[in-house]
């Protein structure tokens, strides 16, 4: 799955100013900033998601993404984890 390295090192090169920003904050943003991240598959994103609340969170805040990207997660989460809590609202 894409990880936050690499969706920042194949943006588009269609905005290569972007791109430049994304590099420069590639170098600038500790690892262990991006480690907790949900990115990749849908099905990924489920896993990080649970992992979150098996540390004991109470919630989850999905952002950086519109409701049509986080559908996909929110599915994957219900398929892979039936048990009724935790549980993921609706988006």
């Not at 991240?37 to 109470?58: H, M, N, Y």
């Not at 919630?59 to 039936?82: C, D, K, N, W």
Request: hydrophobic share 35%; charged share 20%.
């Amino acid at each position: 799955g894409d990880t936050p390295n690499n969706i920042i090192t194949n943006c588009p090169t269609r905005w290569p100013r972007l791109n430049d920003k994304l590099r420069a904050l590639k170098k600038a943003i500790p690892r262990s900033w991006l480690d907790c991240a949900a990115v990749g598959t849908a099905a990924e994103c489920a896993r990080k998601v649970r992992g979150q609340f098996d540390l004991g969170v109470d919630g989850v805040i999905m952002h950086g993404a519109t409701p049509l990207e986080l559908t996909p997660i929110v599915h994957s989460y219900r398929e892979q984890f039936s048990s009724p809590t935790p549980a993921i609202e609706s988006v």
